[in-house]
């Protein structure tokens, strides 16, 4: 079946309760399932991917400890695995909430460019709906059970590639990868660090009539569905294990459903 937003008023009758809130008690499993199933698969702006040229996203252990351990290498500073992890919590809250809030300049302080156009073009949306239909939209995180790094990749600024011979470019090659790079000297380059976060947690998005009932008795209570986020810090492993370590983390784009 084809995905749907939130937006999308041409919604099956069959689809859509229209029952009064009082029956809400009434609502059966297939109603809870539905409407689960409409929220994770939604085209609104904010649940699609901000980043297109992204298609096929290497999960696999590998690809974790690779990435993080290479970073590692190049810039002396440790991860603690338990304070990131505190800290991807922490984040994907206050973005939510400073969402709620219309507070896109906070937003801007945290997150990419195309991040916050994506959390505003679905604001947006959200009033033309209010506008035509009368209906009101609202979403939030009530649970976050689960954060996951299921990929990591450390970018390096190498505008010069091209023109190394295969000596150099080798050379370069060993200089980077975290289990040779103690055969050769030091390298000394600048880039990003990338981390790919998947989230399992429960969210409550509601579409209330003018009246306050709700238009679909599936969405009175939060389900469990899964985002992936990636954020990304800048690195110079010139710089001291601590430097690195001050530099911000961004949201730098939401990925689309794995």
Avoid at 85 to 96: H, K, P, S
Avoid at 218 to 243: I, T, Y
Wanted: glycine share 4%.
């Amino acid at each position: 079946s084809r995905k749907r937003s939130f937006c999308d008023n041409s919604t099956k009758d069959s689809e859509i309760k229209n029952d009064k809130e009082a029956n809400i008690a009434d609502a059966r499993e297939e109603d809870y399932d539905r409407a689960r199933q409409t929220l994770q698969e939604s085209v609104l702006p904010m649940f699609v991917s901000t980043d297109k040229g992204i298609e096929m996203l290497p999960t696999t252990i590998f690809h974790v400890v690779f990435g993080i351990t290479k970073y590692v290498v190049l810039t002396g500073h440790q991860i603690n695995m338990e304070e990131l992890r505190e800290g991807l919590v922490q984040a994907r809250r206050y973005i939510i909430d400073m969402f709620n809030e219309d507070d896109y300049e906070a937003i801007e302080k945290v997150a990419a460019v195309e991040v916050v156009d994506a959390f505003r073009e679905t604001r947006r949306l959200w009033e033309e709906g209010k506008k035509s239909s009368g209906y009101t939209m609202s979403y939030s995180v009530e649970s976050i059970e689960k954060v996951l790094v299921v990929s990591s990749k450390v970018v390096v600024d190498d505008a010069d590639f091209e023109e190394r011979s295969m000596f150099a470019s080798c050379y370069r090659w060993a200089q980077l990868n975290p289990f040779l790079n103690w055969l050769v000297e030091p390298a000394e380059v600048t880039g990003r660090f990338e981390i790919y976060v998947l989230y399992s947690n429960h969210e409550l998005y509601q579409i209330r009539k003018k009246n306050g009932e709700l238009i679909d008795v599936g969405q009175s209570k939060a389900h469990p569905v899964q985002r992936l986020w990636r954020f990304s810090r800048d690195f110079d492993s010139s710089e001291s294990a601590d430097s690195n370590a001050d530099r911000p983390w961004i949201l730098s784009a939401m990925i689309g459903p794995m």
